[in-house]
T-cell receptor, first 114, second 112 residues
Framework: KAGVTQTPRYLIKTRGQQVTLSCSPISGHRSVSWYQQTPGQGLQFLFEYFSETQRNKGNFPGRFSGRQFSNSRSEMNVSTLELGDSALYLC?????????????FGPGTRLTVT | DAKTTQPNSMESNEEEPVHLPCNHSTISGTDYIHWYRQLPSQGPEYVIHGLTSNVNNRMASLAIAEDRKSSTLILHRATLRDAAVYYCILRDKETSGSRLTFGEGTQLTVNP
C-alpha cells in the first residue's frame, strides 16, 4: 500500500501571498489531520477532516483553512502568509478516525515565507 | 488531553537496550498511552500504544506502571536507525477524532 503523500515537498512564498498544500491519504483511510511543526512551537495540531467534514480544529487563526474531497484527499490553505508561517506542514491519515488507532504521517511540505 | 513529561535527551550505545521513560501523573482511566517517533527529515511514525497491560510489537515494548502514572518504551537492541525524537502522547478514547497533542519528546542519540 502506498503511504501518505504530500505535495509539494518544498515551497517558497512571499509574505502576503496564499498557498495550498495537498495530502493524499493511504487508500481506504477516511480521516486526515494536519499539523504544523516549527523549532519554537514543536508539533501543533491544525485540524482534522473525516468524511469531508471538519471534526476538530486547533488554535490557529482563520487564515488557516482546509477541506477534504470525496476521495479523502485533503488540501490546506494559508492566506496572507506571514514570516511566522514558515514551517514543516505534516499530514496524517488513519482508517477509522477513532482512538486508539495509529496514524500514518506523510513526509511533510517545507514552506518558507520570505 | 493529560500532560506527559519526558527527559529532553538520552544516549545509548548500539545493540544495547534503551529504556525511554514517560511520566503522566494526571492520566485518566480512559487515556491510551501512545508512542511515536520522528526520524530526521521525516514525519512522525507510530511505534506502539497501550492502555493498562504491557504491550509488545516488532518495534518495541511498552511497560506500563501498575498505577498508570508512568510508562517506559523499551527498544531491545538499539540501532543507529533508532536515533530519533520519541514522543509519549496520551489520547482519551472517549474523545472523537484524530487529534494528537505532541510534547517536546526525548531526543535519542545512538552511539556506534
Amino acid at each position: 500500500k502506498a503511504g501518505v503523500t504530500q505535495t509539494p515537498r518544498y515551497l517558497i512564498k512571499t509574505r502576503g501571498q496564499q498557498v495550498t498544500l495537498s495530502c493524499s491519504p493511504i487508500s481506504g483511510h477516511r480521516s486526515v489531520s494536519w499539523y504544523q511543526q516549527t523549532p519554537g512551537q514543536g508539533l501543533q495540531f491544525l485540524f482534522e477532516y473525516f468524511s469531508e467534514t471538519q471534526r476538530n480544529k486547533g488554535n490557529f487563526p482563520g487564515r488557516f483553512s482546509g477541506r477534504q474531497f470525496s476521495n479523502s484527499r485533503s488540501e490546506m490553505n494559508v492566506s496572507t502568509l506571514e514570516l511566522g508561517d514558515s514551517a514543516l506542514y505534516l499530514c496524517a491519515s488513519s482508517s477509522l478516525g477513532e482512538a486508539p488507532y495509529e496514524q500514518y504521517f506523510g513526509p511533510g511540505t517545507r514552506l518558507t515565507v520570505t | 488531553d493529560a500532560k506527559t513529561t519526558q527527559p529532553n535527551s538520552m544516549e545509548s550505545n548500539e545493540e544495547e537496550p534503551v529504556h525511554l521513560p514517560c511520566n503522566h501523573s494526571t492520566i485518566s482511566g480512559t487515556d491510551y498511552i501512545h508512542w511515536y517517533r520522528q526520524l530526521p527529515s521525516q514525519g512522525p511514525e507510530y511505534v506502539i500504544h497501550g492502555l493498562t497491560s504491557n504491550v509488545n510489537n516488532r518495534m518495541a515494548s511498552l511497560a506500563i506502571a501498575e498505577d498508570r502514572k508512568s510508562s517506559t518504551l523499551i527498544l531491545h537492541r538499539a540501532t543507529l536507525r533508532d536515533a530519533a525524537v520519541y514522543y509519549c502522547i496520551l489520547r482519551d478514547k472517549e474523545t472523537s477524532g484524530s487529534r494528537l497533542t505532541f510534547g517536546e519528546g526525548t531526543q535519542l542519540t545512538v552511539n556506534p
